[in-house]
């Protein structure tokens, strides 16, 4: 994600700024550049588990995109075209966001099922069953399970439940689209196609060992790093840069700038990172739930600038500095394939502007 000004706090995608790459914007000083959340498939190499999937271990192939200025958190997860025995470091780029005045996050009432722990009777739950949930991502690593995305979501209560039945489903779509493509595993040829694969990595490949030290901005005085922790890309949206998880530790109640592995360990914290990201709004940016259930409406400057309400929105909140107000590449490709399919799976048109290549980004 990228930060906003000098009190830029949250940068949720896989590498907003990956501090070893150009592409992921520049150092966290900078008060518009990117800073967040790294996009890349990070994660497990093939020993990660990979949920029911057998096949072997994909490459890296998510973006570290910049997320640092307005909440970019985008993954190369273009389609790859490498072999999947070899593995490579994506650059992550979702942006951040700067310090956003709400976190989205309402404590859900529902009760739950005292089998699965899960919520029940949730509108979520009637969109996407375990069944469905396993169909969309049949090689999830096993920290992304359906139970864990279901509790929490019972903190977002308003999370494709809100707006007509249409837009709930392509707000549901939209979100594992993106975080899919964060993710993702896949390459061009990968057994059951490239949209197979969301779900995979759980961190930033090349950095499970600690070794990823450049995500800490060392003048940030109100999220200082901890001794001996790395905020590299972690989670489904893929949360870097400690001015990142702190404010997301702040939101959602847990000590995630003193623990940071807390996202790859708990499945449950892993994707209250990504719905509090998705539900938050980081002005001038609206929240991509906004968005999605209706409820953003483009002012003037917004349609001058070609934004408007659709998929492609989504991509310009997550990543736009990187991704849209150009030529669409292969990263928006991704993304967008991943949305088509799921659409596709909840029976509801993808609905208008896809894509963001005319969208000038924040």
């Known amino acids: 994600m990228r930060r906003l000004g ?9 590498a907003c700024s990956d501090p070893g790459d150009g592409e992921t914007g520049a150092t966290a000083a900078a008060s518009t550049t990117d800073a967040g959340v790294t996009t890349s498939t990070t994660g497990a190499t093939a020993g990660d588990p990979g949920g029911p999937g057998t096949a072997s271990a994909p490459n890296d192939t998510s973006d570290t995109g910049d997320t640092g200025d307005t909440g970019d958190t985008g993954a190369e997860s273009s389609s790859p075209t ?16 700067t310090s956003a005045t709400t976190n989205g996050t309402t404590d859900g ?22 069944e469905l949930y396993a169909e969309m991502f049949p090689q999830h690593n096993e920290l992304f399970g359906h139970t864990a995305l279901m509790t929490a979501a019972a903190k977002y209560p308003a999370f494709a439940c809100e707006g007509t039945p249409d837009q709930r489903r392509r707000e549901l779509a939209a979100f ?25 990595f759980k961190e930033e490949v090349g950095c499970e060992g600690g070794g990823c030290t450049g995500y800490c901005d060392p003048n940030n005085a109100q999220y200082p790093c901890a001794p001996g922790k790395t905020y590299h890309g972690r989670g489904p949206i893929q949360l870097s840069w400690n001015y990142n998880y702190g404010p997301a530790g702040e939101a959602i109640g847990e000590p995630l700038l003193a623990q940071p592995e807390l996202v790859t360990s708990d499945g449950a914290i892993a994707f209250r990172t990504g719905l509090w990201f998705w539900m ?41 500095g990187l991704e849209c107000g150009q030529p ?19 029976a509801v048109d993808p609905g208008p502007a896809l894509y963001c290549d005319a969208m000038q980004p924040y």
């Open 82 to 97: 490498t072999d999947p025995t070899t593995t490579t470091t994506g650059q992550a780029t979702t942006e951040g966001t």
């Open 109 to 130: 009432t529902q009760t739950t099922d005292a089998t699965t722990g899960a919520p029940d009777d949730s509108c979520l739950g009637e969109l996407l069953t375990a």
């Open 176 to 200: 594992l689209a993106n975080i899919g493509h964060e993710t993702t595993g896949g390459w061009a040829d990968a057994p059951g196609g490239p949209y197979a694969w969301g779900l995979y």
């Open 328 to 346: 669409t590449h292969d990263k928006v490709k991704d993304r967008v394939g991943f949305y088509q399919r799921f659409t596709d799976m909840l």
């Open 6 to 14: 000098p009190t830029s706090v949250l940068c949720l995608s896989l």
């Open 280 to 320: 938050t709004a980081q002005a001038p940016k609206p929240s991509a739930h906004d968005v999605m259930a209706g409820v953003w409406q483009p002012s003037a400057d917004d349609l001058a600038k070609g934004r408007a309400p659709g998929f492609g929105m989504t991509i310009n909140i997550i990543n736009g």
